[in-house]
């Protein structure tokens, strides 16, 4: 190469690291404008501020064409071009002002970097992010962003390197119409939705039920719906209790949005309450996501004492069912930025909420975060890209087996990667398959009708479920009035099931889901109660009731020696032999056909016998118990199977005698 063509190349090199005659490049300010461009440059302020942002632009255009050294008119011009969603014409705008100019404004790189952001375009905003925080700049509030950007920008670039499984699939046209809808929540069995649709420009409530695996035609929610926005919302596993985000309250110390709740009875929706105790405040409250036992409320506030923006909080339900005084999650979940919708898994240890605060692709990210088992919080999990994009994303709602999970999402960008903010914004709901390391611990549920023995017509009644793992209440509830229950089951634990209701026997149920691989069916059951005997009569050893199984009594292998998990059973029995002492019964046990019948004779008379010991020994008249050992002559089911032997090896108690 000739030293001419090297001196040419070198002054072309030049020219483009430092354009000729960009520092001299003559500015025009805004008093340098003529009246008539003046006006222009007013109007499409004022449009901007309304965010009419087309008749903005035309304005902008009047005064560029007339004034094309005006930089103002371009930066805003590049600015609502961004907002408007046309990204690349907004980052040409920026790079030919910055190209001109380049220390006329260092805002320009940071909206620069922005804007390349939001176009997958890390490499780019890392660098210009970096320019602009290196410039002496006044903004200490922009710094701080910047400074946030920057971390997102590169955890972003990696996240897009890495991109997990991700297939959305509209809920289709019975869910989803012209109008926007989001904030789906559904009941333990996934059969009832509840979501938002902003109709109008108001929001309400609508639902619909999936019928043979199709969702029926929504419905408004006309019992709770108001003249008022009703927002985002949680619906209890069994799908009687709705607590909800009601914004629009009035009357002394309201604020703009607060939590509200209302109850499903007997098929309809009561007149919604604000919820008790110091969950509203002044401040704003939504967004609530109650757990499976009905007992924890999340919910996000930006109350005082929080770290910033919108927390996430939790209160616990109080015995007189007001709530407790709200916990701040603390610093883990929650930032000096907006941490919020958050959704508490049936699991009781996995939350899902979105932030934009943890290292993220920009805006609002989802995130996970598990529980030890210490009651701690871990480290947040960003669910990645390309679930999270540079637009904002909002609730996310996982399905009880963890497999699905729901969001709401802009139809216009769902297929865009860019994620571009467009103002003409359209949400529908959409269901994806959630890839395996961001599901939650297996769940389970309990479906069940408890039924009058006489008739099998569904009756009301007490349930209680006990944690036999960790030997407390679970959960404490009564049926409606036609006995139906559901409830969600956390697996890794084994629980037992009451149910009682005056005048009746008791029944029990046992669930042992501290085994592997059984939380994967849901339990549908029928509850048969029998009323206890009154007849009067003869007192005699005839039997009057059917077998009342005590599925919640365990003994040690080949032993009649009674576990401490057997006393919740045995104190059950004592109390309705207590409350109602004219009750005769007699215990009786039964085995598998696993070794000799004589052995399992002897066995099942022993194991009955502990039963009739333990009552006599709580002061229980021994004349009211008798107690006898069946072996293996009276099974309830094949012995095949290890299900079958087990559910073969059993005690019961029946009623006898008459007189009680």
């Known amino acids: 190469m000739g030293i001419a063509s090297q001196i040419l190349k070198y002054i072309t090199i030049l020219c483009l690291l430092f354009p000729l005659g960009a520092s001299a490049q003559k500015i025009t ?13 007013e109007e499409a302020l004022s449009y901007n501020r309304s ?22 008119a371009r930066i805003l011009q590049a600015s609502i ?18 190209h001109q100019a380049p220390d006329y404004n260092n805002r320009i790189l940071y909206e620069l ?8 375009k890390y490499d780019e905003s890392v660098l210009h992010f970096k320019q602009y925080l290196a410039a002496d700049t006044k903004s200490d ?24 499984p991700f297939d959305p699939v509209n809920l289709g046209d019975s869910i989803n119409t012209t109008d926007q809808e989001y904030l789906p929540s559904f009941t333990a069995d996934g059969e009832y939705l509840i979501f938002t649709a902003r109709v109008n420009r108001q929001e309400d409530f609508f639902y619909s039920q999936k019928i043979a695996g199709q969702w029926t035609m929504r419905k408004s929610l006309d019992a709770i719906n108001t003249p008022q926005n009703e927002g985002a919302q949680s619906i209890s596993a069994d799908g009687r209790l709705l607590i909800f985000t009601f914004c629009g309250r009035t009357g002394p110390g309201s604020t703009s949005c607060d939590l509200f709740y209302s109850e499903n ?8 309450k604000p919820l008790q105790g110091p969950i509203n405040t002044a401040g704003w409250e939504g967004q609530p996501s109650l757990s499976a036992d009905g007992q924890t409320l999340y919910f996000a506030s930006d109350r005082p004492g929080g770290k910033g923006g919108r927390d996430i909080w939790q209160s616990k339900r109080l015995s007189d069912g007001s709530w407790s005084q709200p916990i701040n999650l603390g610093d883990k979940i929650n930032t000096p930025a907006n941490d919020e919708c958050p959704f508490i898994h049936p699991d009781g240890e996995t939350l899902y909420f979105c932030s934009a605060g943890h290292p993220g692709m920009g805006g609002l990210d989802l995130y996970l975060v598990r529980r030890t088992p210490g009651g701690d919080w871990q480290t947040p999990i960003n669910l990645g890209y390309p679930i999270n994009t540079p637009a904002t994303e909002g609730t996310l709602t996982v399905s009880l087996d963890g497999k699905t999970a729901y969001f709401a999402r802009d139809k216009n960008g769902l297929n865009d990667p860019q994620g571009q903010q467009s103002r003409l914004v359209d949400n529908d709901i959409y269901s994806f398959p959630l890839y395996p390391e961001a599901r939650p611990q297996l769940v389970t549920y309990v479906k069940a009708k408890v039924v009058n023995a006489q008739g099998r017509r569904g009756m009301q009644a007490d349930i209680t479920f006990i944690d036999l793992t960790h030997d407390q209440t679970f959960l404490s509830a009564t049926t409606d009035n036609k006995g139906n229950f ?49 007849d009067d009569g003869q007192e005699g050893q005839e039997v009057i009731s059917d077998p009342i199984v005590l599925q919640n009594l365990f003994f040690a292998t080949g032993s009649a020696e009674l576990k401490p998990a057997s006393t919740t059973e045995l104190q059950r029995l004592k109390k309705l032999l207590t409350e109602n002492p004219k009750l ?53 089911t094949d012995n095949d199977t290890p299900e079958g032997r087990q559910r073969n090896r059993r005690t019961d108690f029946v009623v006898i005698g008459k007189g009680i």
Not at 523 to 528: A, D, G, K, S
């Open 29 to 41: 300010t805004e008093k340098d404008l003529s009246k008539k461009e003046k006006k222009w440059y």
């Open 51 to 72: 965010e009419n942002f087309p008749d903005a632009i035309s304005a902008l255009d009047k005064v560029i064409e007339a004034a094309p050294d005006f930089l103002d």
């Open 81 to 98: 071009k961004g907002q408007m969603g046309d990204l690349a014409a907004s980052e040409q705008g920026f790079e030919a002002i910055l």
């Open 113 to 120: 970097a922005l804007t390349e952001m939001q176009q997958l």
């Open 141 to 164: 509030r922009r710094r701080q962003k910047a400074e946030i950007y920057l971390v997102n920008a590169r955890f972003a670039a990696e996240a897009v390197k890495n991109p997990v």
């Open 265 to 272: 009875q007997n098929g309809t929706w009561v007149s919604p």
């Open 486 to 534: 559901l409830v969600s089951l956390p697996a890794g634990r084994d629980y037992a099931l009451n149910v009682n209701r005056t005048g009746y026997l008791f029944h029990s149920e046992h669930f042992a889901l501290s085994e592997a691989n059984t939380a994967d069916n849901p339990y549908i059951l029928e509850i048969i109660l029998q009323p206890i005997p009154t």
């Open 584 to 636: 005769r019964i007699r215990i009786n046990g039964h085995t598998d056909n696993v070794g000799s019948e004589a052995d399992n004779l002897r066995l099942s008379e022993e194991r009955a016998k502990a039963v009739y010991n333990w009552l006599k020994n709580q002061d229980i008249a021994p004349d009211r118990l008798s107690y006898k050992g069946f072996g293996e002559s009276l099974p309830i």
